[in-house]
């Protein structure tokens, strides 16, 4: 049974840098396709970037591109989200997501598209 938590939040100012852990701690981690999204205050969740099981494959939303880096550790059944140049429109809870299905990357950018969530970490960027 996959249960995931996310790690490394936290509030730092503009500019600044963050690195996400997402642990998982079932028995599947490493043939999934995962995802990071995020949640500010009023608005709709949110994809922020998704890889392949395998890590062929990374993707992210526009308004991270240059900024964020994905990537995972199969050994460590770990995900991370390495967060740069951080601005405080970046500011929301971050989770980390099971995509539905196994089976070849595709571009999941729905909530639908996964199953499996993390109960969230908080990050704060002050200006």
């Known amino acids: 049974q996959v249960q995931l938590t996310e790690s490394g939040g936290g509030l730092v100012q503009a500019g600044d840098s963050l690195r996400l852990s997402c642990a998982d701690s079932g028995s599947t981690f490493s043939i999934y396709d995962m995802g990071w999204f995020r949640q500010a205050p009023g608005k709709e969740r949110e994809f922020v970037a998704g890889?392949?099981?395998?890590?062929?494959?990374?993707d992210y939303s526009d308004f991270v591109k240059g900024r964020f880096t994905i990537s995972r550790d199969n050994a460590k059944k770990t995900m991370y989200l390495q967060m740069n140049s951080l601005r405080p429109e970046d500011t929301a809870v971050y989770y980390c997501a099971r995509a539905s299905a196994t089976g070849p990357y595709r571009r999941r950018i729905g909530v639908i598209d996964y199953d499996s969530w993390g109960p969230g970490t908080q990050v704060t960027v002050s200006s």
């Open positions: 890889i392949s099981w395998n890590s062929f494959t990374t």
